[in-house]
Every structure is written in structure tokens, then in C-alpha cells.
């Protein structure tokens, strides 16, 4: 068992991945020579050669629609989209061609394509770097969207997206690259996609998040456990296919919910479980499910009012505890 | 002899085809010089490109009618008027060369290899089209013909093409990818990101541009600040040629040589025909942005009979053997319809069966009034 950083986890399977399998390649910008902005692909370029680590210039569609075309040949590229907000340069081939062509075809052919890309605030990027846009691609029948939040989940995620043939949008963090967790020594292990995992059992609340927010909720759930409050954690890990029935199953056992999103509240993740646990869970519930989640406004630069807008273990900790307070629980 | 033009890449775009029609005259007038071109061809393969063009002719004007009955749905993008270009550019192709098109796919499919049968079958939205019935009219793809696929979207199919070619080169093989691509296609941004691509890697690509001079309803002079089209790739370095695309002979040799050199060289290329379709953008566009004289030209410029005629001049074309094409393409074009008209649509119980190749999860299998959850 070895403790090692969530980027490091990445690093290691996407290289095992390339000696395992001559189809994958590597597609983006900067991931060459410079390493990756974040380092993801360090040592590739050296170990793998130019034929299979490809620099490419900044044209998101371009590279993105190529590997679209490449992995409709055979080929497994995974693509470094530097930011999630650069995606959205490269959206009509993500959603109109990745997503669509297994379908539209009959199931002709197949997009075996991964498309890594980190999102989140908190780095003092502004508005047009701290997005989480996840939710666009979360949208559309045709993709895969993960989103891993810790190391050992990362690599069973990626290792997973890379083997799958569909298009995968891989989501990472930038606050959680430097995060560390255990992942077993020489493990092979390829995580289900569609699956969500209950990371910490509890029977006072369920406590809902995704990449850094269930990350998050599982420090929250630990802090209040030291209070004798029991916190059941989801993670949903995917956001399509998306695992409705494990949170209404833990909302069903613990009868109130707190679902954590680091993106927009209105018409965000959020709503879409706050619905599948009206929907799923309804006689079960003792309070309405509470949403925690980003301030509704273009992220701002100015380190004190990012932080105000981001979700963080407080605010999350103080919607737990008006929860329980609301059903009546003893809360500490 | 064809008329064209070329433009070098890496330097000024000029003309090194000798004799050079302006933008304006390539669409008018007859393919000239083709006279004593017909005279070097074997008979019978210009017998079989009189065929193969009457073909798309009459499988187009069938698919208009079933359109207009209400036997096809969607949109719906002829190459009535474009059946020299189809034809030459698909016989520059190897079975083995792969093919991107936009949605103006019909004629394309027919010719890279796609039964008339299966492509009608798709228009009707059967279990029997190419697709399955989940394609349609712009979506037209086959696996085994290496055609892979037309696309709606204008300009979608170029990063697609260009990374089909991409994998060509990294596997070292000698096929190459053909992207068929509309006028209006040269002024969006995945054109621009594509030749670039295409030109720093090296790919084995001819992008062929059908110049029919309207994007949907806005002529190319108002569209393009550059509108000789086959000039555009000249600032990524990939040599562009232009030829008459109502001249089936013309488009052959050309895009045959193209092909040929992208795949020696492992370079891309740019191919410009110009041509003109002979009715609306789609079979619902009656038009109207054309001036009567326009639409008179174009009719007496129809490729289709300007071939006919020349084949008759030259004695090729009898009138029997007129008659005996006319009627088996007729009865190739019935034998479609009544094959699309008579397999099944495709059975609802399949819905779901298209969403993942890999199976998933948790995927969604819910019809519009199922509960997300039964009890």
C-alpha cells in the first residue's frame, strides 16, 4: 500500500496505459515537451516517443475532432483539454460528434476516447478559468462523464475510461492533484462506470458530492462524527451514467439529504438529485434536501470573495447541522 | 485537358494551370475541351460514368418525390446538378481509402460502394438503411465501404477526417481519407484548425470542396474574402486546385492525382469543384435568392445531359444503348424505393440499444411517462 498524490495516481495509469495498450495515444497542448500544465504527462514524451505523445497547437476543436476521427479508426486517444473552459471550443465535436456517432450510425462504430480535463475555483483564475462545466457534458445521452475524487479512485476511473469504448470525459480537480490517499501496491483495479460508492457509512443524514465536494463531504462527515453525528457519504463519481438509486437507497435508510456541487446551483447536479430524491424517496424524507452549492455569479478574482462563493467543508458542515436540526435530531 | 488551376502552397496563390476561367465564368458555360478527352477514354468506362451519374440523377429525383409524399423525413440535400463531381471524385478512390462527407450525402454513398437498396431504406428510416434507420438523409455510413459518415453539422466532419488520417499515419498504412466539404465550410473555424493539423502532421488527406457558389441561400462572393476556394490552404502550405466539376473526366484525373500524391507524399491536398446544384439547398428551398437567369443557366448546363450529349457526339452513346442505361437505372432506382417501402421500421423495442458501446451502468432506459423509479 502506498500513499501518493491524486496527480501521481493519474500519472502512473495513463503511462501503464500506454505500455499496455499500442493504440493508446496522447493528444493536447503542452503535454509534450512542457510535461503538461499539470504535470499529468511528465515523462511521457521521453518514454513514449512523438508518434504516440503528440503536442498539438491551440485549436480545441481541431484536436479534439481529430481524436474523435482517430479513435473512429481504432485508435484509443486520450486528450488533454488543458481546462475545462477551453472545452467549450471543442463542444460541437464533444456533443455532436463524440457522443453522437455510435448512435446515429446504428452502432457502426464506436469513439473509444478519453478526454481528461481539470475544473474548479479556488486558484484565483477568474471567471473564465474556475467553471465547472461538467454539467454540459453530464447532459448528453452518448457520453461518460467521471469524476473521481481520490487517488485510488482516479486511477480505477482512468484506467476504465481508457479500456471503455465510448467517449469519456474524465473530470479532475485542480484542487485535488496534490491530495493524497492510499491506492494498492501494483493494483489493476478497473472501477464501473455508472457506479456511485458509498464512502463512509452513517445512518443520521446522507451527504451527497462529486470530485472536490465529496472529497469534502467525507472530511465534514469525519469532523462530525468526533460530535456523534453519523453521516452517511455518497460519492457519485459518475455523472452519466448516474447512480440514482444508491443515494435514494441511503436517503431511504437515513431520511434526510445534503447534496454538495462546486458548480451553479440552479439547474446544477444538485437539482438533479434533489429530484431523484423527491422522486425516489419522498415518504422517507423528514426535511427537504438541502442544496450546498457554488454563488450563482461569474467567479470573481479577489481571493476573499472567491472563497465566499465556493462551497467549502463549513458551509457544508452548517447545512448538515440545520438538517438535523429541522427533523429534530440532536446536533452538537 | 481540365480546366485548372493551382494554387502553391507557401507562397502566393497564382495560376500555373495555363488558361484560367474567372470565378464567374466557371459557372457558365460547357466543360470545354472534353471533346477530344472522350476520344482517349475507353468506351465503356465512360459508358459506366454515363451510368453511374444518371444513377444519382434518378435515385435524387425518386428521393425528392418519396420526400414530398411524405415517405422521407428530416431534411433532405439533393446532389441533383453535382453527379459529375460524385461520380469523379468517387472513382479517384481506392476501396480501401475511407470517405467523410457532409450531409449532401446520397450520391457519395451510392458510390463508394453503398447499396441504392440500403441507402433508400435509410431515407425511409427502416431497419434495412445503412443506419439502421437512426441516421437519416445526412448520415449515411458504412463500416464495410469505408465510408464513414456524412454529418449535419456544418463543417463537423473536418477535425473527424483529418484525425481518421491521423491514424492512418500512425499505423504507417498507404490509405488515405478523402473529406468531402460544401463552400460554406471553408469559413469555419474547425476548416481553419483542421488544415492546420493536417499540414504540421503530415496526413494523408484530400479535402474536396464542392463549390456549388451558395451556402444555403448566400452566394460565396459574399461569404468568403477569398472565394477562390482552392486558394485557402495556401497559408498552411497545402497546394489547392480548382477543376470544373460538371466535367466527370476533369474531376477524375484531378482528384485522382491528388489522391495519389497525398498518398506517396503523405500530404495533404485541397480540391475545389466548382459546380452548381440545380435546385434548392435542401427539397423544401425553392430557391428564391436565384435569379431566373441563374436557374436558366444552370439548367442548360446540366452535367448529366452535357455528358450525355458529348457521348453522343463521340458515338459512344447510341440510342440503344441510351435506352437499355435509361431503363436499367430506372429499374435499379424502383427496386430501391420498393425495398425501403416494403422492410420494417425499426422495432421500439431497440430504443435503448445505440446509446454505449460498452455497457454501462445505471444507464437511462426510461420512456417519456416511466417513473425514474418503480416501486
Redesign the interface.
Known amino acids: 500500500m502506498s500513499v501518493i498524490t491524486y496527480r501521481q495516481a493519474l500519472r502512473d495509469t495513463l503511462r501503464d496505459e500506454m505500455a499496455r495498450d499500442e493504440n493508446v ?1 496522447l493528444l493536447g497542448e503542452e503535454i509534450g515537451l512542457f510535461e503538461g500544465s499539470y504535470k499529468i504527462t511528465e515523462g511521457m514524451l521521453k518514454e513514449f516517443g512523438e ?1 504516440r505523445v ?1 503536442d ?2 491551440i ?1 480545441e ?15 484509443r ?1 486520450v486528450v488533454e483539454v488543458m481546462t475545462i473552459n477551453f472545452s467549450m471550443i471543442a463542444i ?2 464533444i456533443i ?2 463524440a457522443a453522437k ?10 469513439v ?1 476516447m478519453v478526454i481528461r480535463t481539470p475544473g474548479g475555483g479556488g486558484q484565483q483564475l477568474g471567471a473564465t478559468h474556475s467553471q465547472n462545466i461538467e454539467l454540459f457534458y453530464a447532459f448528453v ?2 457520453l ?1 462523464v467521471i469524476a473521481p475524487s481520490s487517488p485510488a479512485d482516479a486511477a480505477a476511473m482512468l484506467r476504465a475510461a481508457v479500456r ?3 467517449p469519456v470525459l474524465l473530470l479532475e480537480n485542480l484542487g485535488l492533484y496534490n491530495s493524497k490517499g492510499e491506492v494498492p501496491d501494483g493494483d489493476e483495479s478497473v472501477a ?4 456511485a460508492a458509498v464512502t463512509r457509512e452513517g445512518s443520521d443524514i446522507t451527504l451527497i458530492g462529486y470530485s472536490r465536494m465529496a472529497s469534502a463531504s467525507l472530511q465534514v462527515a469525519e469532523q462530525l462524527a468526533e460530535q456523534d453525528i453519523s453521516v452517511e457519504v455518497v460519492d457519485l463519481r ?1 455523472l452519466r ?5 444508491t443515494v ?1 437507497d441511503s436517503v431511504r435508510k437515513t431520511g434526510c439529504a445534503v447534496m454538495a456541487e462546486d458548480d451553479w446551483l440552479t439547474y446544477g447536479i444538485g437539482a438533479e438529485i434533489a429530484a ?1 430524491i423527491q ?2 424517496a419522498f415518504d422517507y424524507l423528514d426535511a427537504p434536501v438541502r442544496r450546498v452549492a457554488m454563488a450563482e455569479v461569474p467567479l470573481p478574482y479577489a481571493k476573499p470573495l472567491e472563497t465566499a462563493a465556493l462551497p467549502s467543508a463549513e458551509s457544508i458542515t452548517t447545512a448538515v447541522k440545520e438538517t438535523l436540526s429541522a427533523v429534530g435530531k440532536r446536533v452538537g | 485537358m481540365a480546366d485548372t488551376a493551382k494554387a502553391k502552397g507557401g507562397g502566393s496563390a497564382k495560376s500555373t494551370g495555363g488558361r484560367r476561367r474567372s470565378r464567374k465564368d466557371t459557372t457558365q458555360g460547357a466543360p470545354s475541351g472534353t471533346t477530344s478527352a472522350v476520344a482517349d477514354e475507353k468506351p465503356d468506362a465512360l459508358l459506366d460514368y454515363y451510368r453511374r451519374m444518371l444513377l444519382v440523377r434518378r435515385f435524387e429525383e425518386r428521393t425528392g418525390q418519396a420526400y414530398t409524399q411524405a415517405r422521407i423525413g428530416g431534411y433532405c440535400h439533393l446532389n441533383l446538378g453535382e453527379e459529375a463531381t460524385v461520380v469523379g471524385l468517387m472513382e479517384s478512390l481506392q476501396e480501401r481509402d ?1 470517405l ?1 462527407t457532409n450531409y449532401r450525402d446520397h450520391g457519395y454513398a451510392i458510390h463508394k460502394g453503398m447499396s441504392p437498396r440500403r441507402v433508400m431504406a435509410e431515407l425511409y428510416g427502416r431497419t434495412d ?7 437519416g438523409s445526412m ?1 449515411m ?3 464495410e465501404t469505408r465510408m ?2 456524412g ?1 449535419g ?1 456544418v463543417g ?1 466532419q ?11 499515419s ?1 499505423r504507417g498504412g498507404d490509405e488515405i481519407v478523402m473529406c468531402q466539404l460544401g463552400d460554406g465550410t471553408t469559413n469555419i ?2 476548416w481553419h ?2 488544415l ?2 493536417a499540414s ?2 503530415n496526413l494523408p488527406i484530400v479535402y474536396a470542396i464542392v463549390n456549388n457558389f451558395t451556402g444555403m441561400g448566400t452566394a460565396v462572393d459574399k461569404s468568403s474574402a477569398e472565394p477562390d476556394l482552392y486558394k485557402r490552404g495556401s497559408a498552411f502550405r497545402i497546394e489547392g486546385v480548382r477543376v470544373d466539376g460538371r466535367d466527370v473526366l476533369a474531376v477524375r484525373d484531378a482528384a485522382t492525382e491528388l489522391v495519389e500524391k497525398a498518398r506517396s507524399e503523405q500530404r495533404p491536398y485541397i480540391l475545389e469543384c466548382t459546380s452548381y446544384r440545380l435546385k434548392g439547398h435542401s427539397v423544401v428551398d425553392p430557391a428564391k435568392y436565384r435569379t431566373e437567369e441563374q436557374t436558366a443557366e444552370a439548367r442548360s448546363n446540366d452535367p448529366v445531359a452535357a455528358f450525355e450529349d458529348q457521348l453522343e457526339k463521340a458515338g459512344v452513346l447510341t440510342e440503344d444503348k441510351k435506352k437499355e442505361i435509361a431503363d436499367s437505372v430506372k429499374d435499379e432506382v424502383a427496386d430501391a424505393a420498393d425495398f425501403a417501402e416494403n422492410s420494417p421500421s425499426p422495432d421500439v423495442s431497440t430504443l435503448f ?6 455497457p ?5 432506459r426510461r420512456m417519456p411517462a416511466d ?3 418503480a416501486e
Do not use: C
Open positions: 495515444m508518434r503528440r498539438t497547437p485549436s476543436e481541431g484536436f479534439v475532432g481529430a481524436a474523435v476521427g482517430a479513435a473512429m479508426l481504432g485508435l486517444p460541437d465535436q455532436n460528434h456517432v455510435y448512435g446515429m450510425f446504428g452502432g457502426q462504430t464506436s473509444p445521452p452518448g461518460k471503455d469504448d465510448d464501473e462506470i455508472g457506479r459518475s451514467p448516474l447512480d440514482r438509486q435514494v431523484s422522486e425516489g | 475511407y467523410y438503411g445503412v443506419a439502421k434507420g437512426w441516421g448520415h455510413y458504412d463500416t464513414l459518415g454529418y453539422i463537423g473536418m477535425p473527424m477526417a483529418t484525425g481518421a488520417a491521423l491514424a492512418v500512425y473555424g474547425a484548425e483542421s492546420n493539423l504540421l502532421w440499444d445505440y446509446t454505449y458501446a460498452t454501462v451502468a445505471n444507464e437511462s417513473p425514474v423509479f
